[in-house]
Structures are given as structure tokens and as C-alpha cells.
């Protein structure tokens, strides 16, 4: 991509679950339990990113953390995706999981892969390098406005999410998160705020120093005898006890929900966010887009996303018409039916 040294590194993460393994992603649209159909799932979404930064001329590195070897540990699908990813100018990166929480919960089980993924690459990085750490679920719409949102050092910019205090995952909403934090020393107040997990963007030096503090918190909560199962919660608690320095960029990054039935209040002129994380868009957008791209028509998500309005359209912001519901609707069933199939066939 041109990037200078000092250029800012966009960083996705991927950890492919190895057979055996349990995991259940909820957004995810794919209930086959196949680790390489649900690999491929977000290898979609992680080219789509790609190709939305390279398309745009940004001046930026990026960088895919992945467990895998390389492209021949996954199927045919799976490995054209992988190698198609590298000519998008996207360097590999290898990290195994080690910050796998405690307990067999399946839930969100790769969540806490971003800390791995910061280790593997902040570590490597001079310590004021800007590193942004995305999922792979995301689409760069405005890279500049982007890169500007990034929090002047020592802080880490975050998605901080105005859920209701009693919604949370595991029965860890944010009064329960709260109460935790004011157990382990931490003042009382009101619920603290959500942190989302899908962006965090900052220094690279800030980055491990958020990692170091959420690893020591991790400890002391195992001496509870409490295991919080995802990084959103784990972040959540370390703002809430202030072991890390957060700023909320949602000004530039937002969470947003699509298609008809999701119940999320619509977002807030969307066409002015930086980078729109679109989790029911996996599998039906970023599939679309992601052939589009295999098949050598960059110029058609170019233009798609040089017009705010066409973007929005594409990847289903701003909602779908009648026609293009019925086709989604489709397809979500075909897909249920063949994850089935995979499913009594053992993956």
C-alpha cells in the first residue's frame, strides 16, 4: 500500500478453530459447527476490510493475525480466500491463542485472540507506533477520519455501547460488572459504560500496557474464583477499576445492526463514522462484495464506496428494499438448510 514506516497499522485477527473445538458465534450465520465453513465466513469479511483500505490509497500497513500456518490448513475455499487476502498487500501474521479464558464456555469462545494479536504485533513495533485493532466484520468507509480519531497517548481509543445496565452476556451485564468492580476495591457509582471489543486503536506501547493490566486483572479474578469469558467484559472491568486509560471514538467507529428484525435504534448519520462494524452483515454483504473482489471487479466496490449514499446501500446501513430482504431472507434459509446438512454429516 505505499505505507511509510511511520504509517498507521490496521490489524485484523483470526483464530480458526481446530475440530473438536466448541464455539458458538451468534452473528456469525453459520450453524454447521465446521471450523473451516465458519473460517471462511470471516475470511470473507477480513478481505472486504482489506480491499476497503487498499481501494481508498490509505496510507496504512495491514496485518492479518491468524493461527494458521498457512493457506493449506484450510479447505479450497478457505485458502483462495487466505491467498487472495495476501495480494490485497495484507502481511500474515502467526500467533497461537493464549489468553483463552478459563472454563469450557462456547460462547464468543476467540474473543480474547485480540490480546494475542496485540502481543504478536505491538511487540514488534516501535513503542509509539499507531496500531488499530479491528474485527474483521468491519468496512473502512473514510480511513483519514479514521486514522484522525486516534486518542493521543498514554489513552487507547474504544467503542463504549449505551446498553441497557441489565443487558450483558453470561448474566455479566454492566450493574453485575459494576458490583464486581466495586468488590475488587473499585468506587461505588453508577453502571459503568460498555466497552465494545471491536476497535482499539492507539500506540503500540499503550496497547501492550493495556494487555499487561488486563492479564494481571485476569489473575486476581481467578483468585475469586470469577472468569469473565470476554474481552468486552474484561475491558469493561479494567476501565471500571481504572487500570486502563479508554476514550470513546464513536464519533468515528459505531456498532451497527442490519436488516429488518435486529431491534437496535438506527444509527445516527452513518455516512459521517470513519469505520462501520456491520456484525449481521457476515455472510450477506461482505459475501457479495467478497466475490465481487475474487473475481477481479475491485472497481465496482471503488465506486460503491467513494459515494456514501451507494456504500450505505451495499452493505445495508440505511436498510434494503422489499426485493433485497426477500433475497437475504433466501439465502438465510438456504444457508440454515446446508449448515444442517453439514451438521448431521459431522462438519
Same mark, same amino acid.
Given at each position: 500500500?505505499?505505507?511509510?514506516?511511520?504509517?498507521?497499522?490496521?490489524?485484523?485477527?483470526?483464530?480458526?478453530?481446530?475440530?473438536?473445538?466448541?464455539?458458538?458465534?451468534?452473528?456469525?450465520?453459520?450453524?454447521?459447527?465446521?471450523?473451516?465453513?465458519?473460517?471462511?465466513?470471516?475470511?470473507?469479511?477480513?478481505?472486504?476490510?482489506?480491499?476497503?483500505?487498499?481501494?481508498?490509497?490509505?496510507?496504512?500497513?495491514?496485518?492479518?493475525?491468524?493461527?494458521?500456518?498457512?493457506?493449506?490448513?484450510?479447505?479450497?475455499?478457505?485458502?483462495?480466500?487466505?491467498?487472495?487476502?495476501?495480494?490485497?498487500?495484507?502481511? %500474515?501474521?502467526? @500467533?497461537?491463542?493464549?489468553? /483463552?479464558?478459563?472454563? $469450557? !464456555?462456547?460462547?464468543? +469462545?476467540?474473543? =480474547?485472540?485480540?490480546?494475542?494479536?496485540?502481543?504478536?504485533?505491538?511487540?514488534?513495533?516501535?513503542?509509539?507506533?499507531?496500531?488499530?485493532?479491528?474485527?474483521?466484520?468491519?468496512?473502512?468507509?473514510?480511513?483519514?477520519?479514521?486514522?484522525?480519531?486516534?486518542?493521543?497517548?498514554?489513552?487507547?481509543?474504544?467503542?463504549?455501547?449505551?446498553?441497557?445496565?441489565?443487558?450483558?452476556?453470561?448474566?455479566?451485564?454492566?450493574?453485575?460488572?459494576?458490583?464486581?468492580?466495586?468488590?475488587?476495591?473499585?468506587?461505588?457509582?453508577?453502571?459503568?459504560?460498555?466497552?465494545?471489543?471491536?476497535?482499539?486503536?492507539?500506540?503500540?506501547?499503550?496497547?501492550?500496557?493495556?494487555?499487561?493490566?488486563?492479564?494481571?486483572?485476569?489473575?486476581?479474578?481467578?483468585?475469586?474464583?470469577?472468569?469473565?469469558?470476554?474481552?468486552?467484559?474484561? %475491558?469493561?472491568? @479494567?476501565?471500571?477499576?481504572? /487500570?486502563?486509560?479508554? $476514550? !470513546?471514538?464513536?464519533? +468515528?467507529?459505531? =456498532?451497527?445492526?442490519?436488516?429488518?428484525?435486529?431491534?437496535?435504534?438506527?444509527?445516527?448519520?452513518?455516512?459521517?463514522?470513519?469505520?462501520?462494524?456491520?456484525?449481521?452483515?457476515?455472510?450477506?454483504?461482505?459475501?457479495?462484495?467478497?466475490?465481487?473482489?475474487?473475481?477481479?471487479?475491485?472497481?465496482?466496490?471503488?465506486?460503491?464506496?467513494?459515494?456514501?449514499?451507494?456504500?450505505?446501500?451495499?452493505?445495508?446501513?440505511?436498510?434494503?428494499?422489499?426485493?433485497?430482504?426477500?433475497?437475504?431472507?433466501?439465502?438465510?434459509?438456504?444457508?440454515?438448510?446446508?449448515?444442517?446438512?453439514?451438521?448431521?454429516?459431522?462438519?
Amino acid at each position: 500500500m505505499g505505507a511509510s514506516p511511520g504509517a498507521p497499522v490496521v490489524v485484523q485477527y483470526l483464530y480458526v478453530h481446530r475440530p473438536g473445538e466448541s464455539f458458538r458465534y451468534p452473528s456469525s450465520r453459520d450453524r454447521s459447527g465446521n471450523p473451516a465453513r465458519l473460517a471462511v465466513r470471516y475470511l470473507e469479511c477480513a478481505l472486504v476490510q482489506a480491499a476497503s483500505l487498499a481501494l481508498s490509497g490509505s496510507a496504512c500497513e495491514l496485518v492479518l493475525v491468524t493461527n494458521l500456518p498457512g493457506p493449506e490448513a484450510l479447505d479450497r475455499t478457505g485458502a483462495r480466500l487466505l491467498r487472495r487476502i495476501e495480494a490485497t498487500g495484507v502481511r %500474515l501474521v502467526t @500467533a497461537d491463542y493464549e489468553h /483463552r479464558p478459563a472454563g $469450557e !464456555n462456547a460462547d464468543f +469462545a476467540a474473543s =480474547r485472540y485480540v490480546f494475542d494479536a496485540i502481543r504478536a504485533v505491538a511487540g514488534e513495533e516501535p513503542a509509539g507506533r499507531t496500531l488499530w485493532l479491528v474485527d474483521v466484520d468491519c468496512v473502512w468507509v473514510n480511513p483519514q477520519r479514521g486514522f484522525a480519531a486516534t486518542p493521543a497517548p498514554p489513552a487507547v481509543g474504544c467503542v463504549q455501547i449505551p446498553y441497557p445496565p441489565e443487558w450483558g452476556v453470561d448474566a455479566w451485564d454492566r450493574n453485575a460488572i459494576g458490583a464486581l468492580a466495586e468488590r475488587m476495591g473499585g468506587e461505588a457509582g453508577p453502571p459503568p459504560p460498555w466497552i465494545g471489543g471491536e476497535v482499539l486503536a492507539g500506540a503500540a506501547g499503550d496497547l501492550l500496557e493495556l494487555v499487561a493490566s488486563c492479564e494481571t486483572l485476569d489473575g486476581e479474578l481467578g483468585e475469586l474464583g470469577v472468569v469473565l469469558q470476554t474481552e468486552e467484559q474484561l %475491558l469493561t472491568l @479494567a476501565a471500571a477499576l481504572g /487500570r486502563i486509560e479508554l $476514550e !470513546n471514538i464513536t464519533r +468515528a467507529v459505531r =456498532r451497527i445492526w442490519t436488516g429488518p428484525r435486529h431491534g437496535a435504534p438506527p444509527p445516527e448519520d452513518p455516512a459521517t463514522l470513519a469505520v462501520w462494524h456491520l456484525p449481521s452483515e457476515k455472510g450477506l454483504a461482505f459475501r457479495r462484495a467478497a466475490r465481487d473482489l475474487q473475481a477481479g471487479r475491485e472497481e465496482r466496490l471503488r465506486r460503491e464506496l467513494e459515494d456514501p449514499v451507494r456504500a450505505m446501500r451495499l452493505f445495508n446501513v440505511q436498510g434494503a428494499g422489499r426485493a433485497r430482504q426477500v433475497r437475504d431472507d433466501l439465502w438465510l434459509l438456504k444457508q440454515r438448510a446446508l449448515d444442517a446438512a453439514h451438521a448431521r454429516r459431522g462438519g
